[in-house]
């Protein structure tokens, strides 16, 4: 039986490009040091505060919005939060913002964070909605801001960045276990493709297996804000720590199940960005201890 466009398998999986590079941690192998790739290649940024969180895990807002803005400036290489969002926005869109719900969500301070940080750069508030759920919170916005928080997932492998609009399928179980190969689908929908101006991932509080409940075992505070445009290329970064935390809780590799083909299926498959850390440039800005990369 001919196998259907999207739908990869384990044994693909560990072969293909992410075989080389992702699958290596899979594998049991080290990951590569990738830093300061080619001009050109796809930018993560990463943003660290110590005191992002206080000994309660409580978010400190203040320094929230200081990473914000640094995450901001840094990523766009605008003088100011302001000018970033405008570079990435116009007043006159419809902007959706697109938290994790339910279980291990992102934190409201972050999303509440984003929404204040637009409206001072001179969004209309009104203009602002939270789009997270079925395929109609897309279709009325003209640009989506994605804030998936940083996890592990039971049934995809990795349930950040690319599982995030699972909701706008209209059928979310088709894609978990093996069919998580095929989530880039949903970004290429006609009510999603193109809306997506950044995705700005909640690494305050991660965890690292049995999601998306939540379970203390694997959380802990790495207190970081994870910014791309390119999908694939922040949800590469977002596995690689996810990965090395595992690493280093269980003093082995410690593969995820099912594997996240979504990765790959995503690059290969889907068109949405690069899978290959070569092509990756990524830039940490502040508390560098327990960075895992």
């Known amino acids: ?162 599982k995030l609009y699972i909701l706008y399928s209209g059928s979310p179980r088709s894609y978990h276990a093996q069919d998580n190969s095929k989530l880039g689908e949903i970004w290429n929908l006609p009510f999603v493709k193109n809306k997506t101006r950044l995705v700005l991932v909640d690494a305050l509080h991660p965890l690292c297996d049995k999601g998306p409940q939540v379970d203390p075992r694997y959380k802990w505070a790495y207190n970081g804000l994870i910014a791309a445009k390119d999908p694939v290329a922040l949800e590469t970064v977002c596995l690689k720590i996810i990965m090395n935390k595992r690493e280093e809780l269980k003093g082995e590799p410690w593969p995820l199940l099912p594997p996240p083909l979504c990765v790959e299926a995503a690059d290969k498959e889907y068109g949405l960005g690069t899978s290959k850390l070569e092509n990756i440039k990524i830039e940490t800005f502040g508390w560098k201890e327990g960075l895992l990369l």
Do not use: Y
């Open 1 to 162: 039986m001919k196998k259907k466009k999207g739908a990869l398998t384990r044994r693909d999986f560990i072969r293909g490009t992410v075989g080389a590079t992702l699958g290596t941690s899979l594998v049991g192998l080290n990951w590569s040091k990738v830093k300061g790739a080619a001009a050109g290649s796809s930018l993560v940024t990463i943003v660290r505060d110590k005191n992002a969180m206080d000994a309660g895990k409580n978010v400190n807002t203040d320094v929230l919005k200081k990473m914000l803005e640094q995450t901001l400036i840094k990523f766009t290489g605008e003088k100011s939060a302001k000018d970033a969002w405008l570079s990435l926005v116009k007043p006159s869109d419809k902007i959706g913002l697109v938290p994790t719900p339910h279980l291990n969500p992102t934190h409201d301070e972050v999303t509440d964070a984003v929404k204040s940080s637009l409206i001072d750069s001179g969004i209309p508030e009104g203009n602002i909605m939270n789009a997270q759920g079925g395929p109609e919170k897309p279709k009325a916005c003209t640009a989506l801001i994605g804030l998936p928080g940083l996890k592990a997932h039971w049934l995809t492998g990795i349930g950040t960045v690319l």
